[in-house]
C-alpha cells in the first residue's frame, strides 16, 4: 500500500475506533450509570447532575452538547483546530450515542445496583477524546504547571462530591468514586 493510502485507511480506522467507542460508553453511561442515580466525573457527570436537577426535562445528550459547543470555541481559540479535529468528532458521536440510548433505555437499569460500563478506553486509544473536562485539563495544562490527569482527577472529585446535594446519599458518591476509578484503570488497560 503506497504512503497517502495507508494513512487514509488508518485515518478511517481511527474514526471507527472512536464511534464504537462513543456507542459503548452511551450505552453503558445510560444502562448502567444514569439509570441507577449514580453521578460520574468530568462533563457527563455535570450533564447528570443537571439531568437529575431537571428532573430528567434536560436530557444528558442536551446538556453534553452545548457545554461540549462552548468548550470546543473556548479551546479552538487557545488549543488550535488541530488538537480539535477529532475531538469534535467525539463530542458529536457521544452525544448522538447518548441520545439513541436515552431514547432506547428510557431510563430504565439492564442491572439493577450495578453502575459499571466501558468505552472511552477505545476512543483514547484512536488518539481521540469526547472534549468535557479533556479539554478543560488542555487548557489549563498549557498556562500552568499541573499534569491534565491531577486537573482531571479534581474536576471528577468536586462533580462526584457535588451529587449529595442532589440525592443525599453517600452510597452513590462512593459508587460514583468506585465507577471512576474502574474507568479510570479500564482506559489505562486499554
Not at 445510560?30 to 457527570?45: D, H, K, P, Q, Y
Not at 431537571?54 to 452545548?66: D, E, K, T
Request: aromatic fraction near 16%; glycine fraction near 10%.
Amino acid at each position: 500500500m503506497n504512503l497517502k493510502l495507508t494513512k487514509i485507511y488508518f485515518s478511517v480506522q481511527d474514526y471507527l475506533m472512536i464511534l464504537f467507542g462513543t456507542l459503548l460508553y452511551g450505552f453503558g453511561f445510560n444502562a448502567f450509570i444514569l439509570s441507577n442515580e449514580i453521578v460520574t466525573g468530568g462533563v457527563s457527570g455535570i450533564c447528570a447532575l443537571i439531568f437529575f436537577a431537571s428532573n430528567g426535562l434536560i436530557p444528558v445528550s442536551v446538556s453534553y452538547f452545548v457545554i461540549n459547543v462552548a468548550l470546543l470555541v473556548v479551546a479552538l481559540k487557545i488549543l488550535g483546530l488541530k488538537f480539535l479535529i477529532k475531538t469534535i468528532f467525539g463530542v458529536f458521536s457521544l452525544s448522538a450515542s447518548l441520545s439513541l440510548f436515552e431514547w432506547l433505555l428510557k431510563g430504565q437499569p439492564i442491572l439493577h445496583d450495578q453502575p459499571f460500563g466501558a468505552g472511552l478506553g477505545l476512543v483514547f486509544s484512536a488518539n481521540g477524546s469526547t472534549g468535557g473536562t479533556d479539554i478543560i485539563g488542555a487548557v489549563i495544562n498549557k498556562y500552568k504547571n499541573i499534569s491534565i490527569g491531577r486537573i482531571l482527577l479534581f474536576c471528577d472529585f468536586f462533580i462526584i462530591s457535588s451529587s449529595f446535594f442532589l440525592f443525599h446519599n453517600v452510597d452513590k458518591i462512593v459508587f460514583g468514586f468506585v465507577e471512576m476509578v474502574i474507568s479510570n484503570y479500564v482506559l489505562d488497560m486499554v
